[in-house]
């Protein structure tokens, strides 16, 4: 199993990027997704998570300004980040919980991390 983000980049204050992460190989169910990012000398911080019932949770500061959302059929979460503002940029990285084919637990898997980078 394998979390592949793509999307990542440049982008002026005030444009927008659509962040997308698909989990790949064997999966027999997957339950909550998330997005997370990290900038220099800071900790990993939680920006938005998606359950399977579709249930959303963002951090403050990205509320009203970003979207996350899922396709269960392609086993991928996306995040639309509108207005972005330099503070926006950092690493981001996805995660998902999901129960590999043949187990019977769930583990939760992380993908490689995308740069955004937003200048002002």
């Known amino acids: 199993v394998q979390l592949q983000a793509s999307g990542g980049g440049l982008v002026q204050a005030e444009g927008s990027l659509r962040l997308s992460c698909a989990a790949t190989?064997?999966?027999?169910?997957?339950?909550?997704m998330g997005w997370y990012r990290q900038a220099p000398g800071n900790q990993r911080e939680l920006v938005a998570t998606?359950?399977?019932?579709?249930?959303?949770n963002y951090a403050d500061s990205v509320k009203g300004r970003f979207t996350i959302s899922r396709d269960n059929a392609k086993n991928t979460v996306y995040l639309q980040m509108n207005s972005l503002k330099p503070e926006d940029t950092a690493v981001y990285s996805c995660?998902?919980?999901?129960?590999?084919?043949?187990?019977?637990?769930?583990?939760?898997?992380w993908g490689q991390g995308t740069q955004v980078t937003v200048s002002s």
């Open positions: 995660n998902a919980r999901l129960r590999p084919s043949g187990r019977s637990f769930y583990l939760t898997y």
């Open positions: 998606i359950t399977g019932s579709d249930s959303t």
């Open positions: 190989g064997s999966i027999a169910s997957i339950d909550k």
